[in-house]
């Protein structure tokens, strides 16, 4: 396996469940991302973990509850979805250097996982 | 607050074509931008990473320049090719924040 995976392609679900998206890279870089796809808007950063601690939380409604639990491995959980919640979810993995104002690395993309609430 | 603006949204070209894509920045203030390519319903594909104190980066059939001055970079595809259909975003790395900042694309059609 290589660069960055992400399991399920699809996941159909009713705003009553709990499901979950996971994301696994296999780059060795020390940070991964979510972001959200919606139809006609530009990607949107939703989680940021570098070092698996999370550095940044775009004011995420918490029926999304990230979990990163090494640095390969990234969850996203999912419960009492709103059907508006329906998207790509992206993740992706960069190799991020400690400290503030630093750049981030060229960004690596899974193929995402296509959310559809019902 | 960054904005990305690409323009066109869409562009349809014939085969062999050399073309330009638009990606335009509010604040010039960036470390570095990157170019993707997304096919319909996948994930994106990185194509080059231009550093801030770089002008250009050049990838095959590829080349993307920057211009933080005027808040401007561009990526030129030559001999374009039906597999280069695609949408094309663009990403800022930029602010306190040291988060991407994507653009809504440009869908692309090279036409046979």
């Known amino acids: 396996e290589t660069g960055v995976t992400q399991t399920p392609r699809h996941l159909v679900m009713g705003m009553t469940n709990k499901k979950s998206l996971k994301c696994e890279q296999h780059?060795?870089?020390?940070?991964m991302y979510w972001y959200k796809q919606s139809a006609k808007k530009p990607l949107e950063l939703m989680f940021v973990?570098?070092?698996?601690?999370?550095?940044e939380n775009n004011s995420v409604p918490s029926r999304f509850s990230p979990e990163c639990p090494n640095s390969s491995h990234l969850f996203l959980h999912l419960h009492t979805l709103q059907p508006e919640d329906s998207a790509l979810y992206l993740c992706?993995?960069?190799?991020?250097?400690?400290?503030?104002?630093?750049?981030?690395?060229?960004?690596?993309f899974g193929e995402g996982s296509r959310l559809t609430v019902l | 607050k960054q904005e990305v603006t690409q323009i066109p949204a869409a562009l349809s070209v014939p085969e062999g074509e050399n073309l330009v894509l638009n990606c335009s920045f509010t604040?010039?203030?960036?470390?570095?931008l990157q170019w993707f390519r997304q096919d319909p319903g996948k994930g994106l594909t990185s194509l080059l990473l231009?550093?801030?104190?770089?002008r250009e980066q050049t990838s095959g059939r590829l080349n993307a320049s920057l211009d933080k001055s005027s808040g401007r970079s561009t990526l030129y595809i030559a001999a374009s090719q039906p597999g280069d259909s695609a949408t094309y975003l663009c990403?800022?790395?930029?602010?306190?924040?040291?988060?991407?900042?994507f653009g809504s694309g440009t869908q692309l059609t090279v036409l046979p």
């Open positions: 992706a993995s960069s190799e991020k250097a400690k400290g503030l104002a630093v750049a981030t690395g060229e960004l690596f």
């Open positions: 231009i550093q801030s104190s770089q």
């Open positions: 973990y570098s070092l698996e601690e999370r550095v």
């Open positions: 990403a800022v790395d930029s602010g306190s924040a040291r988060q991407l900042t």
């Open positions: 604040d010039s203030a960036i470390y570095n």
């Open positions: 780059l060795g870089h020390n940070a």
